[in-house]
Each structure stands twice: as structure tokens, then as C-alpha cells.
């Protein structure tokens, strides 16, 4: 073999080794069809990120429980008859205007009384009443066996033989009515004998007449000035 062919045979060999290495197999030996596959590419970048979706409707709300059963009866209650308990429950404080206040109440109900010895007109003592949250006093008037109660314990100890009391026919003439809405009537109205008895005298006073010691109800003109009875609820 001629020198120039042993160098081209030996150059066919390097460049057929040459392809074997770059596509593994010969390049003679796939057909025209088949599609010669690289190694795989670098992953890429991360996409945007979608924006954040609408929240949905508030779920409905469940049915409703069923009604309970009706609860056991408690036990009554155990009066306690203690001098302090006692103490605390006849006497209560209202500190407005720098001043004590006692109010004298009785614990069979809810009404404090206190008996103001300054001499004031009938509207004078009610707004007077009102500023220590209370009122010219209608229940205690009212209620016979508390009225009898109030006058032994607050009016009589007091010496005071005037006071006004919450009852007038201001806005219709002899029509009375208590300042808490209750119609007067013979029943719940202690009238001293032939009272009411004057056209011009339109409020109403809880008076000792010649020191009657019942104290009785008189009406009287408005203007006057007398000591007053206020009452409060507790």
C-alpha cells in the first residue's frame, strides 16, 4: 500500500471516531426520519407571579339552636334580720353637693324618703327634689299602709307641720294627679275634711293642722313656701 493511501484510510478511521463520539452511534447507521436528541437545556426562569384572586361570599349562617328547657325553681331566700344588714338597709347616701343626704327606706320595698326642712314654692321643691334624682313624694302618700309608715319614721320625728307633697291639678282644674301619672281619687288621696276646698290653690301639702297628729292633705297656692318631702327609688 502506497504511503498516500495508508494516510487517507488512517484519516478515515480518526474522523468516523470522531463521529462516534459526538453522537454515539454511527452517522449511517439512523434514516432520514430520526431526529438526533441533545442532552437536556438549563430549566428557566420562574414565571410572574398571577395576581390574587377575589375572596368568595360569607358562608350562611346555621339554623337556630332549640328553645331550652324551662329552669329549676330556686330556693326562697333567708332574711337577714343582723343590726348591720338592718342599718344598711334603712339608710342610704347621696354624696352630690358635697353634702350627706340620708334617705330613711324600708327594706319591704324599693322608695327612700328624706324630708328637706328649706322653705320653697311647689315648683321651687320639686326641681329641688329632682337635682338629687328624686321626686315630690306619690307613692309614699299614696299607699295607706306606707303612708303610715312614712309619716311615723320620716314626717313626725321631723317637727315640721308643712311640707309639699307630689300632687296638684295644674293642668286641669280639680283634676288631680300624682306627679308619677296615678289619677287622684278618694281612695288613694287622704284629703283633711272638706279638702280641696279652693279654686286658686292648685298644689298640694301634707299639713298638721292645729297639730292634728294624723297629718292630713290640703291644697294650697303654689306660691307659698314650705318644707318639702322628696322620694327616690332605689
Known sequence: MSEMLRYMVIMVLIYESFLHLVHGHCCCDHDEKEQIIGPPGRPGKAGI?????????????????????????GEPGVCD??????????????????????WIFHGSNIYGYKLFKEEKTYQQAMAACEAVRATLACVGMRVPALRERVKAEVVRPSGSTRMWIGLDDLERMNHY??????????????????????????????????????????????????????????
Not at 390574587?52 to 329552669?71: D, F, L, S, T, Y
Not at 348591720?84 to 340620708?102: G, P, V
Open 49 to 73: 407571579r398571577g395576581s390574587q384572586g377575589n375572596a368568595g361570599e360569607p358562608g350562611r349562617g346555621g339554623r337556630n339552636g332549640m328553645v331550652g328547657g324551662k329552669g329549676v325553681k
Open 177 to 234: 294627679v300624682w306627679l308619677d301619672g296615678v289619677v287622684s281619687n278618694r281612695e288613694n288621696t287622704d284629703w283633711y275634711r272638706n279638702e280641696p276646698s279652693s279654686a286658686t290653690e292648685r298644689c298640694v301639702e301634707l299639713w298638721n293642722y292645729h297639730e292634728h297628729i294624723s297629718y292630713t292633705l290640703n291644697d294650697s297656692a303654689c306660691i307659698k313656701t314650705f318644707h318639702y318631702l322628696c322620694e327616690k327609688i332605689y
Open 81 to 102: 334580720c343582723s343590726e348591720s344588714t338592718t342599718s344598711q338597709k334603712r339608710m342610704a347616701y347621696d354624696l352630690s353637693m358635697n353634702r350627706d343626704w340620708t
